[in-house]
C-alpha cells in the first residue's frame, strides 16, 4: 500500500525504481515514470539484512546529473554491510 500511495503520488516528470533486498539486493522494477507497479515478484536470500547494498544498488539506478532521493523500508536490523558509509557516498 505504501508503494502504490507512493508511486501514484509522483509528480509529473518524476521516476522511480524499487529495490528489495535482505542479504542481497535485487532490482524489482528499474528508474520508470510510470505511477504504478505489479507484485514484488523478486526473491532476496533472507539470511541477513545488507542495507549497504540495498543503497550502492540504488544509487547505481540513478541516472547522471540527477536529483537523488532514497526512501527505505526496513525494520533497521542491519546485520552485514555498512549502512552508514554508504548514505554517505
Known amino acids: 500500500a505504501i508503494l502504490t500511495e507512493a508511486l501514484a503520488a509522483m509528480p509529473p516528470g518524476d521516476e522511480a525504481a524499487i529495490v528489495v533486498f535482505a542479504a542481497n539486493a ?43 532521493r532514497i526512501v ?3 525494520d533497521g536490523a542491519q546485520t552485514v554491510g555498512d549502512a552508514a558509509a554508504a548514505a554517505r557516498r
Not at 36 to 46: A, D, V, Y
Not at 57 to 68: S, T, Y
Request: proline share 9%; hydrophobic share 40%; aromatic share 2%.
Open 26 to 68: 535485487l532490482v524489482e522494477r528499474p528508474m520508470s515514470a510510470a505511477g504504478e507497479t505489479g507484485p514484488i515478484r523478486s526473491t532476496p536470500i533472507t539470511s541477513n539484512t545488507d542495507l549497504e547494498e540495498a543503497l550502492s544498488l540504488g544509487m547505481a539506478l540513478f541516472p547522471e546529473g540527477a536529483a537523488r
Open 72 to 74: 527505505v523500508l526496513s
